[in-house]
């Protein structure tokens, strides 16, 4: 059983399409987050939604617009695309607060390559 | 701002021998973590060190903190051709609740030759 699956997996694009990537999570959590991760391997987090609710929002683009209709779900809308919007997109969820004391682990998903031409 | 760093960038060693790979960060933390990532895949998580350890262990893993130079170390020993991935650590900044986060590094390359 997968525990966090985004899809799609592959996606290529011509700049200044609209796109969607959708993600589930199968493990209860209550905290779900996209990041990018750059072609040098760098891993950025966009966003933290806990409950349906945003908590983080790391200074992203108005472009992306992340919606999450329940805490099992947490989709990501990309209007405009552009050619630096090429990266992998994770996924992942948490129990609330990865960096906290208690230090919960984030469970990714596979990734979503997105690709804009 | 980047939290974690690691060093080397890119690692090759000879299976059977030992990895060590390196984190730095710059502000001041909850907890560590080490993820693994192979090619083309999502990241797991390997292991976790809070604030107030100094060393961990689990299987081949060991891991240790070092909170007064602000770095932290992997050492994978006995190292497989499996083991070739990438590695990163994670930064958990201090604070409660779903407002707390980690940040990644850039990752290790680790390529073991069989």
């Known amino acids: 059983d997968t525990a966090v699956s985004q899809t799609p997996k592959y996606l290529v694009t011509q700049m200044g399409n609209d796109k969607s990537i959708k993600c589930e999570q199968n493990?209860?959590?209550?905290?779900m987050y996209w990041y990018k991760q750059d072609s040098k391997k760098f891993l950025k987090i966009m966003f933290s939604y806990n409950n349906k609710e945003l908590i983080i929002n790391e200074t992203v683009p108005n472009r992306f617009s992340p919606k999450s209709p329940d805490k099992a779900h947490l989709n990501l809308h990309i209007n405009s695309l552009e050619l630096g919007d090429s990266a992998v997109y994770f996924c992942?969820?948490?129990?609330?607060?990865?960096?906290?004391?208690?230090?919960?682990?984030?469970?990714f998903g596979e990734g979503s390559w997105l690709t804009v031409v | 701002s980047q939290q974690g760093e690691e060093d080397p960038q890119a690692l090759s060693i000879q299976e059977g021998e030992n990895a060590t790979m390196n984190c730095s960060y710059k502000?001041?933390?909850?907890?560590l973590q080490w993820y693994r990532q192979n090619s083309g895949r999502g990241l797991v998580h390997l292991i976790l060190?809070?604030?107030?350890?100094r060393e961990k262990h689990s299987g081949r893993l060991r891991v240790t903190l070092d909170t007064s130079k602000k770095s932290s170390s992997l050492l994978i020993t006995a190292s497989r051709a499996a083991d070739t991935a990438s590695y990163f650590c994670a930064a958990g900044h201090p604070s409660t609740g779903a407002n707390s986060k980690l940040t990644f590094g850039k990752g290790i390359t680790l390529s073991v030759r069989p």
């Open positions: 502000t001041s933390i909850n907890n």
């Open positions: 060190i809070r604030s107030n350890e």
């Open positions: 992942a969820s948490s129990h609330p607060g990865g960096g906290g004391f208690i230090g919960n682990t984030i469970y």
């Open positions: 493990l209860g959590h209550d905290t």
